[in-house]
């Protein structure tokens, strides 16, 4: 049974192979993988074989890979945890909205949903991700789900441009800024 976001229409679900066409399909505009870690060109058959890797990675526990979900469209993009650590209790998200979808608050949604899973339902205490300095409307929703900067290091992907910069971020289950100095360990 696929999880609402309870902001409404939003629904969050594991990858599985009923999202195989569409997820090839969005996956495939290159205005999507510009700014994502999905390859350009988006060869023919990877949604499948993305699929089944994201699967076993599941039953492993080491990602959890969530199809984004709009009711009347279907599978609308992706929001993942991968390099899940208990021992660390962290984790890294990612995540990308197919451009029909653009605009719509949805990469946001998406995301709290999966924050919420990695810090309630997994008791992560962190997650990171990294976007580039460029990618404005990825800036925007981790500003707005309160990542804070770690480092800015110089592009060596030769996907992205070379002049541009990675941003690190990090997201603690409790900010720093809830969290009183007179508190007691135990």
């Known amino acids: 049974m696929p999880a609402a976001d309870s902001s409404d229409a939003l629904l969050m679900e594991p990858v599985t192979r009923l999202h195989t066409a569409a997820l090839q399909a969005l996956a495939s ?4 993988s510009a700014t994502s870690h999905l390859p350009s060109p988006y060869p023919p058959g990877h949604a499948e074989a993305w699929i089944h890797a994201a699967t076993e990675a599941r039953a492993k526990g080491e990602a ?4 984004v979900m709009l009711p009347q469209e279907g599978f609308v993009g992706c929001c993942s945890l991968m390099a899940v650590s208990p021992r660390e209790r962290s984790a890294q998200v990612s995540y990308w909205i197919g ?3 653009w605009g719509r608050g949805l990469a946001t949604r998406a995301t709290r949903w999966v924050l919420g899973f990695a810090f309630e339902a997994l ?3 962190r997650v990171r991700t990294c976007v580039l300095d460029g990618n ?3 800036l925007r929703v981790l500003e707005k789900l309160g990542f804070l900067p770690l480092l800015r290091a110089p592009n060596r992907n030769p996907k992205f441009p070379l002049d541009a ?3 690190f971020f990090e997201r603690l289950a409790v900010p720093l800024s809830s969290r009183r100095p007179d508190a007691q360990d135990s």
């Open 29 to 32: 505009d290159p205005a999507v």
């Open 64 to 67: 959890f890979h969530f199809a």
């Open 99 to 101: 451009r029909p979808y």
């Open 123 to 125: 008791k992560l205490e």
């Open 136 to 138: 404005i409307a990825s």
């Open 165 to 167: 910069s990675l941003v």
